[in-house]
């Protein structure tokens, strides 16, 4: 069974710096673009970030472009999400997804998520 | 953008009665080369991420109960579980995947 798994969330003030990671199973994560869609509480599902399958490229909602870098280590089934100059706008649970049918696509499956609160 | 506008908010249904969730683009998912249209349908249970249900407007997700169905083309779009059962209290989201910025609606809350 295809699967996601994110860590590294935590409590971080505002201005300050985090690193979320996420770990494929079941499937082989070089042959998908990945990405992070967040939620914030009481809201529903943000994109935040693309990658492509070789890491060459890759994709940003406005209002993370310059501070959050999404990159990939497909030897490790890995992703992992940048996030610096933290705002209390970017709490949240930040999702891994797998993207269907290229960077133009819906998001299957999707992680348990792992919750970035910026405050302080 | 591409702004989705998902309506009712909430609707409270009775078991085995129909529940119809709306989904409005603000412009056209709809790729003429291909003839499918860029819009997806997830369900998200209490503390569960999102499960896609739909792609393609229609598309049913392996495992999806086929009370469940998706319509619509262009720009306004159909959610409709046919006779709900207990189990379908959710939280239902559509996206387009049209264009960047990816969007979701609003979601709508649906009630035993």
């Known amino acids: 069974e295809a699967q996601v798994a994110e860590s590294g969330g935590g409590l971080v003030q505002p201005g300050g710096s985090l690193r979320i990671s996420c770990v494929a199973s079941?499937?082989?994560?070089?042959?998908?673009?990945m990405g992070w869609v967040r939620q914030a509480p009481g809201r529903g599902p943000e994109w935040v970030a693309t990658?492509?399958?070789?890491?060459?490229?890759?994709m940003y909602v406005d209002s993370v472009k310059g501070r959050f870098t999404i990159s990939r280590d497909n030897a490790q089934n890995s992703v992992f999400l940048e996030m610096n100059s933290l705002r209390a706008e970017d709490t949240a649970v930040y999702h891994c997804?797998?993207?269907?049918?290229?960077?133009?696509?819906?998001?299957?499956?999707w992680g348990q998520g792992t919750r970035v609160t910026v405050s302080s | 953008d591409i702004v989705m506008t998902q309506s009712p908010n909430s609707l409270a249904v009775s078991l085995g009665e129909r529940a119809t969730i709306n989904c409005k683009s603000s412009?056209?998912?709809?790729?003429?080369?291909?003839?499918?249209?860029?819009l997806a349908w997830y369900q998200q249970k209490g503390g569960q991420p999102p499960k896609v249900l739909f792609y393609?407007?229609?598309t049913r997700q392996s495992g999806v109960p086929d009370r469940f169905s998706g319509s619509g083309s262009g720009t306004d779009f159909t959610l409709t579980i046919s006779s709900l059962q207990a189990e379908d209290a959710a939280v239902y989201y559509c996206?387009?995947?049209?264009?960047?910025?990816?969007?979701f609606g609003g979601g709508t809350r649906v009630e035993i």
């Open positions: 997804v797998t993207l269907q049918n290229t960077n133009y696509g819906w998001f299957d499956p």
């Open positions: 079941g499937f082989p994560m070089s042959g998908h673009w």
């Open positions: 990658i492509k399958r070789d890491g060459s490229e890759t």
């Open positions: 412009q056209s998912v709809f790729w003429t080369s291909n003839n499918l249209n860029y």
């Open positions: 393609w407007a229609s």
């Open positions: 996206q387009q995947y049209y264009s960047l910025p990816l969007t």
